[in-house]
């Protein structure tokens, strides 16, 4: 991160708005993503929360499109008069450690613990592979992969089509398996039959 008074500045500035209800925080929030643009090449996105009357009101301003938050920072803010509110800024970066001199500058100018700012604890959770359409297409692959040389195995022991077909359906039965999985039992029958003796 780039040194920049301005960020610290503009971080000030729209913590001491959250006091005043004439104050245009939306105004403040564009000022401080400014800032936040300028000191941090890889942020992605600035999410506000404000609580008022117990209720969260957010708004959120995405600053990179097409990458990936892989760090993030939510730094507690607090008014300067009346009880602690649980009002929030999140930040999100697509680079590691990008918030560090953040955390040390927030904490020193806005006198906080630096324990009080959470990094990383607002990451979206992480999306499993398995959900992703082209890993979905590769095993499809690899399962028909298995029980096309499965099927080529029984024909090969003298089965013919319909015989190796109706064995793997008997065997993945049996095993309560996928056709996939019997496909493949099949296949490390072949290879232990074949293996020689070591």
Known sequence: MKSNSQLVAALASL???????????????AELVAALTESIDSLVSVALTVVVDHRPFSVAVPVRKGVEAITSVSIPL???????????????????????DLVADVSLAMNSD?????????????????NDPGVAMQRDLEDRSAIDQALGVLLARGATMQAASTHLSQRAEGDNVSMADAARAVLDDAVEVL???I
Do not use: C, K, M, N
Request: no cysteine.
């Open 114 to 130: 630096p324990a009080t700012i959470d990094v990383d604890t607002q990451l979206p959770p992480a999306v499993p592979f398995e």
């Open 78 to 100: 607090r008014r300067q008069s009346g009880p602690d509110t649980e009002s929030r800024l999140v930040l999100l970066a697509g680079t590691p450690g990008a918030f560090v």
């Open 195 to 197: 293996r020689p003796d």
């Open 15 to 29: 913590t001491a708005g959250l006091d005043d209800p004439t104050v245009d925080l939306h105004q403040r929030l």
